[in-house]
């Protein structure tokens, strides 16, 4: 069935422009699946909601021609496990097991194992579901025994690394198994830093949750409360003023510049070029300083609130930062020579970590590491809210899918991103920054949808009564790439693992909650 069918029997949902809604039962969910895949389309998100006692669903946000696709699918816990579409979209399969580990809602997946528990709380209690008992805080945790893919033959050894890493960075739990130093496969086990994001929503007003949803994950905190705000101002009917929306588009590539500098500096360390570490840290630190005096933060954490933007740009600083930004560009591509001219760091990028396109198709690989395997697709351009649609973004692809084509990419991407910003500071429309708001009814839900640095960024409210959050679901493109790192790193050498890793620079904390 044509995905058009799908599109045609929804209803628009509030929030990011584009999305309509359906509801469907078990066989047309996976049906839905199957034609968004046939079609060329994509899983975007997936979540449950057991927030009401006595009644259970779960949702997939997927994207598609003509338009995002949001499908409910009502279960109970009692109608025993709904229908798995980890067959049509891999990914889904962490998803699904994470949606049993906090609702109880167990899919037809054959992997059973928790992904999300990590045996810190009891089997049978499911911290999203309203009538889940708590734990007793006295009783004794179960011994964690996770049972990891073995491969076995002649010489076939393994290599547990983290959760605990050598680096100032968040734990995850790399399982390799090798043969002398030639990766065979590596399975991934993550949720070390899960934090009970989603249940820490639903004690938060609606008019505050955006200071939650930017701390998701720290590197896309413009991201995370745009796509926040700009679902809770669908749900509400708010009309943002012009300025509002480009002073967001303007703090989102400024956001997208500075995790691009530097993961560039990392990598040509990673790569034992410091060189590129020390001059790219540089870079990145005085876009920091140009940021604050700006828009009066280093990191915009609390720029993007409902209504519009905490605060305008500050006077005088218009000049100063184009003139920054316009000579961090013309630096940067100074430094891209020195990058494909040093020998040494081509020979450590090219080929390593190389994801085909029809891999990265097969298994969902998304946002920058996606467009560097041949998957072009970028919100700003396929799905744009405003002001994204005049501003006219081009996208930046390739099809290599190594390390140094997702270098390429950052590279292209930054200096696209530097002609955003003087773009938007040229074309900067007067008027106010904010709007007042007021709370949507209970029951209402919206979906905000945000092309981040590292690709889309999801998040799907329902209001509860008296302008509380009854279910927030934020979603980091991590959840889709982290699986495709263990087939990236298949047939590379150990010591080149850190340094595909970081080609793709996945989010812990946005993927763990």
Sequence with gaps: MPVAHWFERGHPVAGAPGIRAVEVDASAWRNVARDVAAGGGRLLALWGDTSLAGRGSVHALYMAQPGGIAVEFPVSE????????????????????????????????????????????????????AESVPPVPASPAAVDEYRFVRVEGDGVHEVPVGPVHAGIIEPGHFRFSIVGEKVLRLEERLGYVHKGIERRFQALKLQDGHRLAARVSGDSAVAFSWAYCQALEGMAGAIIPPRSAWLRALALELERIANHL????????????AFGLAQFSRLKELLLRSIQDALGQRYLLDFVVPGGTSRDLEPGSVEALAAHVAALASEA??????????AGVRDRFAAAGAVAPELAQRLGLIGLAG????????????????????????????SDGDVLARVTIRFDELQESCRLVALIMANMPPGPHSVPM????????????????RGPVVVCITAGEGGSIRRCHPQDPSWHNWPVLEHAVIGNIVPDFPLINKSFNLSYSGHDL
């Design 371 to 398: 467009r560097a395997s041949g998957q072009d697709f970028d919100l700003r351009t396929d799905l744009p809210c405003e002001p994204y649609g005049g501003l006219g973004p081009a996208k930046c692809a390739g």
């Design 262 to 273: 530097g993961d560039l500096g990392a990598l040509g360390n990673d790569a034992g070029f």
């Design 78 to 129: 009692a109608a025993g496990r709904y229908p798995g579409i980890e067959d049509v979209f891999p990914f889904a399969s962490r998803l699904q097991r994470a949606v049993f580990d906090l609702h109880g809602l167990r899919s037809t997946d054959p992997d059973e194992r928790p992904w999300l528990r990590h045996a810190t709380w009891p089997a049978q209690f499911h911290p999203l579901a």
């Design 333 to 342: 591509t100074l430094l891209r020579e020195i990058y494909d001219e040093h």
């Design 438 to 453: 007021v709370d949507p009814p209970a029951g209402r839900s919206g979906i905000g949808l945000v092309e981040g640095w």
